[in-house]
């Protein structure tokens, strides 16, 4: 028998929070709000990503974890090439919204991940 989804609340996230206008929007402020101080962290640290996985054009960057597939959104708008992976669907169509489905978008758990060995040169 089967145990509880330990993983459910990670599927459910959006959900919970009700969070869609901020997942949409990310890393910059959605209307009405002020998202500065996380907005500017989060640009930091993909900067520093960035410049420390240095991808080139011709890679196929995994972005594990992408929640609303923001950084994904960033990577094709510098002409590189991901492929967004998140446990929750919900989220990731939150993603696919904010980049009107430009985005690569998969649904994957990172113990499970449904891809071949080799497929991508950066995560």
Do not use: H
């Not at 901020?22 to 101080?37: A, C, H, I, M, V």
């Not at 640290?45 to 597939?69: H, N, R």
């Not at 002409?79 to 990731?92: E, G, T």
Request: with cysteine; proline share 7%; glycine share 8%.
């Amino acid at each position: 028998m089967a145990g509880p989804d330990t993983k459910q609340a990670e599927k459910a996230y959006l959900a919970r929070t009700g969070s869609s206008a901020w997942e949409r929007t990310k890393p910059f402020s959605p209307p009405g709000l002020d998202t500065l101080q996380e907005s500017a962290r989060m640009l930091q640290d993909f900067a520093v990503a960035m410049l420390t996985l240095q991808p080139s054009p011709d890679d196929l960057i995994l972005d594990l974890g992408a929640g609303g597939c923001w950084c994904s959104d960033l990577l094709g708008r510098l002409n590189r090439s991901a492929v967004a992976v998140d446990i929750s669907l919900d989220m990731l169509r939150a993603g696919r919204a904010r980049t009107n489905g430009t985005v690569r978008a998969v649904v994957g758990d990172i113990e499970w991940l449904p891809f071949g060995p080799s497929v991508f040169q950066k995560v």
